[in-house]
């Protein structure tokens, strides 16, 4: 299983970034994809999930509001577009995915085996 994260980029704050985690064909099916992120020095923290085959979605609330997280079945892509971005936004962004998640553990980052290599995202004041 591979994922591919990209998108990433500097943005002043109030802008906007649409992430990409592109998966091999072997990950989609009912699976759980998750957008992460990890600021220098700080957690993994959780920022948004959604069920491949049902398009169920889940949100942080620090995100809520300015995250859209989405998915492509027939590109095996999930998309996570982001607005209004704040200098706290500022992080390396990962996405992750297994099929065995369950939805009380969609927010912790041990519940996925799988994780791509991370998207830089700086947002400047």
């Known amino acids: 299983v591979q994922l591919q994260a990209s998108g990433g980029g500097l943005v002043q704050a109030g802008g906007s970034l649409r992430l990409s985690c592109a998966a091999s064909?072997?990950?989609?099916?009912?699976?759980?994809i998750g957008w992460f992120r990890q600021a220098p020095g700080k957690e993994r923290d959780f920022v948004a999930a959604?069920?491949?085959?049902?398009?169920?979605?889940y949100y942080s609330g620090s995100v809520k509001g300015r995250v859209t997280i989405s998915r492509d079945n027939a590109k095996d892509t999930v998309y996570l577009q982001m607005n209004s971005l704040k200098p706290e936004d500022t992080a390396v962004y990962y996405c992750?995915?297994?099929?065995?998640?369950?939805?009380?553990?969609?927010?912790?980052?041990?519940?996925?085996?799988?994780w791509g290599q991370g998207t830089l995202v700086t947002v400047s004041s």
């Open positions: 992750a995915a297994d099929p065995r998640v369950i939805i009380s553990s969609v927010t912790r980052p041990l519940a996925y085996a799988y």
């Open positions: 064909r072997r990950t989609f099916g009912r699976t759980v």
């Open positions: 959604i069920v491949s085959s049902t398009g169920r979605t």
